[in-house]
């Protein structure tokens, strides 16, 4: 099967969707599908390490700031055109979109697409305003998905808020189980007992809470260091607050590559992600966790859909620095409970194998040629106009020109 993979986020952006999307691409191709992926240009300096003839860039991205954490739109003249011409040209049997409620490359694509149509949320959010005011165009879009998966049940929460119609299967992010488990520690890291941080410094990741928190374990263990691998809008303002503590007790490495990604983890003797809300899964937990290291984590919807009940984590209540710093000094000085957590996070990881999900995904691309060409109706307005007018909505045949 010819399929396409739309998403707006792809490499050299950073993120868990463009980690998924360049997997889901691999173990497809595993499994015997050509695959392409269709997003857009970051520059072309940027682009190069990696473009290949399996990725279709299609207009400019735009950079902002959305949910809490850096987003990215395509913009161009004649965006649309391109599309329709990409799309008639490569004949996909299947599109796949990854944020397809989103504008603006997954949703004209679907609007111009004339095949089978999968689309996966990965969002989680309280409340999204541009969901409630363009929910007339959205719905106009999602109306030709096929299939709709999410990353967890938080995801399925959130966009069920504004779109509710149709059925939406959990299909979990996965990882490459054996890449985070090969890591070897850094040698320049191997004198201090480490606390690693992975991720976006942007406020919702509690970067500022672990900092904290940090100095509070010092108190007890004075020579602990803290590694932070990532980057972001807020960096700055983190080295100058931290002032001569940086570059000593605690480390910015800025982005790594995902090769040099394993052995951060595995330099750690805890991992831990401080985040105070609005996160889907946590792909950075399964990969820690492969590689041996327990967990230290908040106890929000989307962490605990991952971590509750595995044994391989300790959770704490978002913004509590004090529980922060004392969920790190039992995992840090307790080493028989460290043993444990890393060998329960060894376990749990199994069943997120990308070969384990690329059979799931698979699946529902099944289940997506069957119903093909139905579409599902989605009110083209707000939800107040479910209620009042008790709208179920059906599935309906598409017109076609036989």
Known sequence: MKIGIVTESYYPAVGGIAEHVINLAKVLRERGHTVKILTSSYGEMADAPFNSPDVIRLGKTFNFQKNGTPGHIAYGWHLSKKIRKVL???KFDLLHYHGPEQPTLPMLALLNSTTVNVGTFHATYDRSL???????????????????????????????????????EIVHNGI?????????????????????????FVLRKGFVNLMEAFTLVQKSIPNVRLIAVGDGVLRARYEKSLGEAVGKDVIFTGRV???????????????????????????????????????????????????????????????DIKGLAQALLRVLTDKNLA???????????EKFRWADI???????????????????????????????????P?????????
């Open 88 to 90: 008639a040209e490569e």
């Open 130 to 168: 541009p969901l409630g005011f363009l929910r007339p165009v959205v719905a106009k879009a999602l109306a030709k998905l096929h299939a709709r998966i999410v990353v967890s049940p938080t995801a399925k929460e959130s966009i069920s808020k504004y779109f509710s119609e149709g059925e939406y």
């Open 176 to 200: 490459e189980v054996e890449r985070f488990a090969s890591g070897k520690a850094l040698e320049q890291y191997a004198d201090r007992p480490n606390i690693v941080f992975v991720g976006n």
């Open 257 to 319: 590559s995902t090769e040099e990604l394993s052995n951060y983890y595995a330099s750690a003797e805890v991992f831990c992600s401080p985040a105070t809300g609005r996160e889907s899964f946590g792909i950075v937990h399964l990969e820690a966790m492969a590689a041996g290291r327990p967990v230290v984590a908040t106890n929000i919807a989307g962490y605990k859909y991952v971590l509750e009940n595995t044994g391989a984590a300790l959770l704490v209540n978002p913004n």
């Open 339 to 349: 043993n444990q957590m890393s060998e329960a996070g060894k376990k749990t990881v």
């Open 358 to 392: 690329g059979s799931q995904v698979e699946a529902v691309y099944v289940k997506a040629l069957e119903r093909f060409p139905q579409t599902l109706p989605v009110v083209p307005g707000y939800r107040w106009l479910t209620k009042l007018f008790n709208y179920k």
């Open 394 to 402: 059906k599935v309906k045949k598409a017109l076609t020109n036989e």
